[in-house]
């Protein structure tokens, strides 16, 4: 079926260290997404990243399909960084997006 | 740019009733989407749309029902409020081409005492 694990659940860090965050997908997914949700708020889409790696300023995303695994690996960083963050990828039906059940992401002083 | 609109923000209901939502897109997407959000859980899709007046169900489509009115509107009801019930209910649009992404409105907080 179509499945998305992200790990780890929840990852506490203080300001200025880097985090990576990981995401496996099923082999029936592809056209992997890492969307950023801040409390109470709704999803951004940060990456659409379905091979290779893409940069965005302290962000760097590595999808390698193979291994079915995604990983978002944020640098240096900061109390604004907190949140939960989701991957998703797509299966036959490209309008599906299935989603995993997140990381909470929390930066402390 | 475009923005997704829903309503209300909050939703308090009585077992049994039946709840409306409503979300509203200015980016002329075609598709939209409805998803469910519980507390530590991802987001699992109830119903999208891929243009006017079609409606197809998604994983948790039982005990709900949806309408695409027109392109830019997509309701969703809750057919009977279970108590004790909270979640979170996102719209979302896209393009629905096969590389694009979705957008998501703020959410609907819902609670049934």
């Known amino acids: 079926g179509q499945q998305v694990q992200q790990s780890p659940t929840s990852l506490v860090l203080q300001e200025g260290e880097n985090a990576e965050l990981q995401c496996n997908f099923s082999t029936s997914l592809n056209s992997m997404q890492w969307f950023y949700q801040r409390p109470g708020g709704s999803l951004i889409s940060v990456f659409y990243n379905p091979s290779g790696t893409k940069q965005s300023g302290r962000l760097t995303s590595t999808t390698v399909i193979k291994e079915r695994r995604s990983s978002l690996h944020i640098s240096s960083s900061q109390i604004t960084d907190s949140g939960t963050y989701l991957c998703?990828?797509?299966?036959?039906?490209?309008?599906?997006?299935?989603f995993g059940s997140g990381t909470k992401l929390t930066v402390e002083p | 740019g475009g923005i997704i609109t829903q309503t209300p923000k909050f939703l308090i209901g009585q077992e049994g009733q039946k709840l409306t939502l409503k979300c509203q897109q200015n980016f002329n997407h075609d598709t939209m989407y409805w998803y469910r959000q519980d507390s530590g859980k991802g987001l699992r899709l109830i119903y999208y749309s891929i243009t006017e007046n079609d409606l197809q169900k998604g994983d948790l489509s039982e005990g709900y029902d949806a309408s695409r009115e027109k392109k830019s509107s997509f309701s969703l009801t809750v057919t009977s409020a279970q108590k004790n019930e909270m979640a979170v209910f996102l719209c979302?649009?896209?393009?629905?081409?096969?590389?694009?992404?979705?957008?998501f409105g703020p959410g609907t907080r819902l609670l049934v005492l």
């Open positions: 979302a649009s896209s393009s629905g081409t096969g590389q694009d992404t979705q957008y």
């Open positions: 998703a990828g797509k299966g036959s039906n490209y309008n599906v997006l299935y």
